[in-house]
């Protein structure tokens, strides 16, 4: 069965497949024809090969385990290229919540005060992610186990790491829109130790003060890894190091499971994640607090994937192309005032440059 084996999926709809292998062309050429051709919404002409559910499934499966974004976002199943996403307009909690909703204490017959919550919409639209590789053409005929291995192991994880840096700091015309440019994003103060410096324990306080308090459980750290020689010389102002960094005890092999690897730490008690895709050290955002529960990641759930000799004809190589269409953007789309009036509150909260 060509559905259940990437390499063997890879075989069949290779553009050699029939003419090398006589004695199964009927069986590739039935198969290939029970993969719906799958018509590009935009452009008619463009088509390719619809990876089996199975398949796409594996890819996803091996792929979250390197994301950083996708295990945790809010992902929305996409049935067409747009799909409106309701949302609440939720700014401020100065006299309401949730958009208008008005809570008052009244006297018996006195008169109530009507009010109704603003609600809105995300238009998530599918953007357009192509990954691309070239193949030998003697591994495609003679090595079908080794390639479904290479596949099943590096593709999904170059997948992921495209996937990340469209969520983490796209633009949002042409790609998801990442994070780090959400309109609900609010950048910290300027650094304690002045512009371009190391991250101080103060600018950590200041971030933790910004976050939605419905936060505090569900968001994590995010830092590239030139950030990380400064926070591991945190200090408090009277020169004591915090208990920042204790290793997680799931991951010390103590009570609560893990693999007893070690690497894993918490900051303020959330998780910490070290990235590449992440700003450099002297850049805004080089250090981010983000509920990833607030990121909306609409799927299409469709990959394509297509073949052609014609590119590197004279080495003997195919290249093979995978398709898949994705958006992603922030739910809310501004920060929030409290209801104390205090300091404005969000889900993303970026570490000034």
Request: a negative charge; hydrophobic letters at 40%.
């Amino acid at each position: 069965d060509y559905s259940k084996s990437m390499g063997g999926f890879l075989q069949a709809i290779w553009h050699r497949a029939e003419g090398d292998y006589p004695e199964r062309a009927d069986t590739v050429r039935a198969f290939k024809r029970s993969l719906q051709n799958a018509l590009a919404e935009r452009v008619p002409s463009q088509g390719g090969f619809l990876v089996p559910e199975i398949l796409r499934s594996q890819i996803l499966m091996v792929a979250l385990e390197q994301a950083v974004v996708r295990p945790r976002a809010r992902v929305i199943p996409m049935d067409s290229l747009r799909v409106p996403y309701p949302t609440i307009d939720d700014t401020t909690h100065t006299s309401t919540v949730y958009g208008g909703v008005f809570g008052s204490w009244t006297e018996e017959s006195a008169t109530i005060p009507v009010s109704q919550p603003a609600f809105g919409r995300i238009v998530l639209e599918a953007k357009k992610l192509t990954a691309s590789t070239t193949i030998p053409n003697e591994l495609l005929h003679d090595a079908v186990a080794a390639l479904d291995q290479w596949f099943n192991e590096m593709f999904p994880i170059a997948i992921a790491w495209f996937e990340d840096v469209a969520f983490i700091a796209g633009s949002g015309s042409g790609q998801p829109q990442g994070f780090l440019n959400s309109p609900c994003a609010i950048t910290g103060p300027a650094r304690a130790g002045g512009a371009g410096t190391n991250i101080q324990y103060a600018d950590l306080t200041s971030m933790y003060a910004r976050l939605l308090p419905n936060s505090l459980n569900s968001a994590v750290w995010l830092c590239s890894p030139d950030v990380l020689p400064g926070l591991l010389q945190l200090v408090t102002a009277s020169g004591i190091a915090p208990p920042l960094w204790l290793p997680d005890h799931s991951a010390m092999g103590y009570p609560g499971g893990g693999d007893g690897s070690g690497y894993r730490y918490n900051l303020l008690g959330r998780p910490l994640i070290v990235s590449e895709k992440m700003p450099a050290l002297n850049a805004a955002g080089c250090l981010a607090l983000v509920d990833l529960g607030y990121y909306l990641l609409g799927d299409r759930q469709a990959m394509t994937i297509s073949s052609s000799e014609h590119y590197l004809f004279a080495n003997d190589l195919t290249i093979f192309r995978i398709v898949e269409r994705l958006d992603g953007r922030t739910w809310i789309q501004s920060a929030i005032t409290p209801e104390n009036g205090g300091n404005t509150l969000s889900p993303v909260v970026l570490v000034h440059a």
